[in-house]
């Protein structure tokens, strides 16, 4: 079995005498690192101690990943987002409709500027391993299926800022469609970003491990969410790269489709010389049998996933997406991270 790195996501993190025991429970339950999810208010108002809450979980012999969760809403997560409040004219935009959508345009210079900073300061004042790109995205204007099976037609972003930067590139105004030009410019964007946020972390701290986790989708011709990152192999061979990581699956999903997304991640990771990693739902949804989740996480193993993590620690035990047996789904993980490291 390849799995050397298990862990967890650990959020609402205030207290570092708090965040011990909850880091001591972790490494009772087999996980070897730790994924500290930091919302923008986090960043703007507990700062401090998330310097010494990182610097404890290190202490106490994990391995420590920045997780820029939520921020803009460009990542996943569910905290809302400062920038946005401040900065209402940097939104994405509906192509079809015009629509602003709640999530920041990462190609306005505002936004920009404001995420680069952040990485700058947590990676000059922060004692961590590295950062976790976690599920950088465009927004979806529309929340229903298009005729195909995809996420509809409309897209984002054609903003001011998008249209120019398009003009430029092409020398054209940017369709309302989305052409291959637009499905390319989209795609090159996505990933600007984030390769000059990890040159300026590496820049400060060269040691600091980049892990960029995109959606676990099919991303085939007739079923694409089309969310900036859909091409693998793009996103592996970037700079914005170390760890070629995708997304949580739902145990409801065939067995055979968490064996194909396994495989082609591992692949993927393996052609641009990068590692993997794989994630376990560890909260709101649960299988009906526990133990599936150790199956599950022997399938990994057995595909040659190296990082195993599972969202979210204690099975979200106490918040709205809580699995309905948290606690037994937490105790089963660990159980699984035991079993797939051989201890």
């Known amino acids: 079995m390849a799995v050397t790195e298990t862990g967890v996501s650990y959020y609402g993190l205030s207290y570092i005498e708090h965040a011990e025991a909850d880091f001591r429970e972790m490494l009772d339950h087999h996980c070897n690192a730790v994924v500290l999810a930091l919302s923008e208010f986090d960043l703007d108002f507990w700062f401090p101690n998330i310097v010494a809450i990182a610097k404890r979980a290190k202490d106490m012999g994990l391995t420590v990943y920045l997780d820029t969760w939520g921020i803009g809403k460009w990542f996943g997560g569910e905290p809302t987002s400062l920038f946005l409040t401040n900065n209402p004219g940097n939104r994405q935009e509906s192509a079809f409709t015009g629509e602003l959508l709640p999530a920041a345009c990462f190609n306005t210079v505002a936004f920009r500027e404001y995420f680069w900073g952040l990485c700058e300061k947590l990676a000059a004042e922060v004692e961590a391993d590295g950062f976790f790109w976690d599920e950088p995205h465009y927004a979806l204007p529309k929340s229903y299926a298009s005729i195909t099976g995809g996420a509809g037609d409309d897209w984002t972003c054609r903003c001011t800022a998008c249209q120019r930067k398009f003009q430029e590139r092409y020398g054209y105004e940017m369709p309302r469609q989305l052409t291959m030009e637009v499905k390319r410019f989209r795609q090159v964007e996505a990933l600007d970003i984030l390769e000059t946020a990890s040159r300026k972390i590496k820049a400060i701290r060269p040691s600091s491990k980049i892990i960029n986790c995109v959606h676990a989708t099919l991303g085939t011709y007739y079923v694409t969410e089309n969310r900036g990152y859909d091409n693998w192999d793009r996103v592996a061979g970037s700079e914005a790269c170390d760890v070629f990581s995708t997304t949580i699956l ?18 993927v990771a393996q052609r641009h010389g990068k590692g993997n990693q794989r994630w376990l739902m560890g909260y709101y949804q649960e299988p009906e049998n526990l133990h599936d989740i150790i199956d599950v996480a022997r399938l990994y ?6 990082s195993l993590f599972a969202w979210t620690y204690r099975g979200g035990y106490g918040t709205v997406l809580a699995a309905p047996r948290a606690l037994e789904v937490w105790d089963t993980i660990g159980q699984a991270y035991g079993e797939v490291r051989g201890l």
């Open 250 to 267: 739902s145990y409801s999903l065939p067995r055979s489709f968490f064996r194909s997304i396994t495989e082609r991640t591992v692949a």
């Open 301 to 306: 193993a057995d595909l040659g996933v190296e």
